[in-house]
């Protein structure tokens, strides 16, 4: 059973850094792994995607150049370094996989496995 656990998140200040794990139970190789956000009233939002091979990352608009999204694949591991944090970034963050390419790396609805979420809140 594909297990995702999450954890690395905080209350930080905005302008502060966090570092997100995703540490998955099985060695299996992903289309695609991602991590999306969540606040109350709102839709699961995609803040960023990584691709098995060749494909490279995806990013919402929102996150460039602040966030990086990055896999250690001995570990078994997916990481989201989070910089400049801004109160807009509060969420719960989630980690999300998918066995197979596809498009639409933001959409939700494309991925098979889910972590259970890290809260992440930014301050004022």
């Known amino acids: 059973e594909v297990q995702l656990v999450e954890s690395g998140g905080d209350s930080v200040q905005a302008g502060g850094s966090l570092r997100l794990s995703c540490v998955q139970s099985?060695?299996?190789?992903?289309?695609?792994m991602a991590w999306f956000r969540q606040t109350p009233g709102k839709e699961r939002e995609g803040v960023a995607a990584?691709?098995?091979?060749?494909?490279?990352?995806k990013y919402a608009d929102s996150v460039k150049g602040r966030f990086t999204v990055s896999q250690d694949i001995a570990k078994r591991t997916l990481y989201l370094d989070m910089s400049i944090l801004e109160p807009e970034d509060t969420g719960l963050y989630y980690c999300?996989?998918?066995?197979?390419?596809?498009?639409?790396?933001?959409?939700?609805?494309?991925?098979?496995?889910w972590g259970q979420g890290t809260q992440v809140t930014v301050s004022s």
């Open positions: 990584i691709y098995r091979g060749k494909l490279g990352t």
């Open positions: 099985v060695d299996f190789a992903f289309a695609n």
């Open positions: 999300a996989a998918r066995r197979s390419y596809g498009t639409m790396w933001n959409n939700s609805a494309n991925y098979d496995y």
